[in-house]
């Protein structure tokens, strides 16, 4: 079993950043992945960024140029550093654990319980 707890959510202007964090405990393999997904009620949970133990990285389209993942292999941690925000990234973002390292943006592994993000004037 693995624990993930996210933090550092929050109400943001446009234009404004956030640093999402998520702490991940339990029994974590070597080789992993760790995710940042986010949803919006009505809507499928979708990919936002994704780092393998290697350092591999990926980012969805609207996350590009915005948004950096960085995570701590010795503290088993994640991070998602949001700058430039916008209204349409309001949503709960969820913390995601997978033991393997290949990259995908399928819906399975481990999650945190999500923290809202929004974004508004």
């Known amino acids: 079993q693995v624990q993930l707890v996210e933090s550092g959510g929050g109400w943001v202007q446009p234009g404004g950043s956030l640093n999402l964090s998520c702490a991940a405990s339990?029994?974590?393999?070597?080789?992993?992945?760790m995710y940042w997904y986010r949803q919006v009620p009505g809507k499928q949970r979708e990919l936002v960024a994704a780092?393998?133990?290697?350092?591999?990285?990926m980012y969805a389209d609207s996350a590009k140029g915005r948004f950096t993942i960085s995570r701590d292999n010795a503290k088993n941690t994640v991070s998602l550093q949001m700058n430039s925000l916008k209204p349409e990234d309001t949503a709960v973002y969820y913390c995601?654990?997978?033991?393997?390292?290949?990259?995908?943006?399928?819906?399975?592994?481990?999650w945190g319980q999500g923290t809202q993000v929004t974004v508004s004037s």
């Open positions: 780092i393998t133990s290697g350092g591999s990285i």
């Open positions: 339990g029994s974590i393999a070597s080789i992993n992945a």
């Open positions: 995601n654990y997978k033991p393997r390292a290949v990259l995908t943006p399928s819906l399975v592994g481990y």
